[in-house]
């Protein structure tokens, strides 16, 4: 069969019998991938795409890692599954090797599938840990789409599962950006978020909240970076109400901000984590939550009511462990500080030349481009929740044209490449999205 007849067939079976996520089914026109290497992807055709968006930030080590690749055979050689009562040496293996990269004061993991039922556990967690019902969680977030991960998100995904599941209540990101206020300092600002935080838990009744639950770093809807002491200040209100801290990291962890985990840049102690993502990057899907030895000890004596049946699936540790020890072997936190500086300095650049350009925010190799239509007031390129010109996605087309992959989110285009992106692809490939930017600034 020629290329041109597998690349069709691959589009029919696509189109004709999958559903594909987040997308009116109409129209759809996915590119069917051949072979994938690093942080490129090539088509039937020979076009060379490079991932600019780690798939869904994701892919950290990039596409054909062997050292993952041989794990996962090596495992399959012993068995493929266990269930999680028996013991599995990839499964105690990876525990340790997690609770070891975490704070002090973390001591065991339960392993999920993936993201959001890794957040629905943590939430579970702590609701029964602290025998409270109420869960704050932020506006601007995403923490999955089922049903008790999507009530947890803030964002717009969460209004197909409306009324969701009772307790769960919205605060305010410390968004400085868009909020546009008057403060001096950052640690002015925090002050402020944080006191109108407080204020919430207060009115909402600190004895009935369970947990605080954030993206460390929020991802998807912008890669807002909390202003200098913020995370300190909701950790402080946390211990003074006996709230768990929950830090979701299930995009911004291992390694992507430049430290393994993101609450490791501002100084602080979650009492929960939730991961993913990275911990395996995909090559097995694969989740957990960490929760601090205190919560560890609780459940010696009190049953833990959390189960999944692939929970701690022995390919998807095997995966992981190799994962972590190639992170290690490769000193990937260096080079995410090396490609994360050119990084900046690409978008810095961008800001300075581009009119719809109203902000850049970063850190390591983990970046957002914020469009606007006035960059005196602010006013976003699209309106939230809403596109109906399909702006955005005109945009995030023209970079595919050019092999620059990703994707945007509200006026946000994101940009999260694979942790092993060097300084010269960087700047290679974000010539193509300065070229796009000409046309966005056509818009405004």
């Known amino acids: 069969m020629s290329t041109e007849n597998i690349s069709e067939k691959i589009k029919h079976g696509h189109r004709t019998y999958n559903l594909q996520s987040w997308s009116k089914q109409k129209g759809l026109d996915p590119i069917p991938i051949a072979k994938a290497e690093g942080i490129y992807m090539w088509d039937f055709d020979g076009n060379r795409y490079t991932d600019m968006s780690s798939q869904l930030v994701n892919l950290n080590v990039g596409h054909g890692n062997r050292d993952i690749i041989d794990a996962i055979k090596e495992q399959a050689e012993k ?5 999680p009562g028996y013991g599995s ?6 525990a340790k090797m997690i609770i070891e990269l975490m704070p002090d004061n973390m001591g065991k993991v339960f392993f999920t599938n993936g993201g959001a039922d890794a957040n629905e556990n943590a939430v579970k967690i702590a609701r029964m840990f602290t025998g409270r019902p109420k869960v704050l969680s932020r506006y601007r977030s995403y923490h999955g789409s089922t049903f008790g991960a999507g009530s947890l998100t803030g964002e717009p995904r969460r209004q197909p599962l409306e009324p969701g599941v009772p307790g769960f209540v919205k605060f305010f990101d410390p968004y400085m950006y868009r909020d546009n206020l008057p403060f001096k300092t950052e640690e002015e600002a925090s002050a402020f978020y944080v006191r109108r935080l407080r204020e919430q838990v207060i009115y909402e009744g600190a004895e009935n909240i369970a947990a605080i639950v954030m993206e460390t770093i929020t991802g998807s809807n912008g890669v807002i970076i909390p ?3 913020y995370l300190a200040g909701v950790r402080a209100i946390c211990d003074e109400f006996g709230i768990m801290m929950i830090c979701d990291e299930v995009m911004a962890g291992f390694g992507r901000t430049g430290k393994m985990f993101a609450f490791e840049n501002f100084d602080v102690k979650p009492d929960i984590v939730s991961f993913a993502k990275g911990v395996t990057c995909g090559y097995v899907q694969l989740g957990g939550v960490a929760v601090s030895r205190k919560i560890a000890e609780y459940f010696d004596d009190h049953l833990l009511s959390c189960g999944l049946t692939y929970s701690g699936h022995p390919l998807a540790c095997a995966a992981g462990v190799a994962c972590l020890n190639f992170y290690k072997k490769a000193d990937i936190l260096k080079n995410v500080n090396t490609s994360g500086a050119e990084l900046g300095k690409c978008l ?3 800001k300075a030349k581009h009119k719809s350009v109203g902000d850049v925010r970063y850190i390591g190799l983990f970046s957002a481009v914020e469009l606007v239509k006035d960059r005196e007031t602010r006013e976003p390129l699209v309106p939230y929740g809403k596109d109906p010109e399909g702006i955005m996605g005109k945009l995030i087309g023209a970079l595919k ?11 946000m285009i994101l940009i999260s490449p694979p942790l092993i992106i060097t300084p010269e692809q960087v700047r290679e490939e974000m010539v193509k999205l300065d070229e796009v930017l000409d046309e966005a600034d056509k818009l405004v």
């Not at 040496?89 to 990876?94: D, S, T, Y």
């Open 401 to 411: 044209k050019k092999g620059f992959m990703t994707y945007s989110h509200e006026n």
């Open 227 to 229: 202003p200098k002491g």
């Open 89 to 94: 040496e990839p499964r105690g293996e990876l």
């Open 348 to 350: 810095e650049e961008m």
């Open 79 to 83: 068995y493929c599954y266990l269930s």
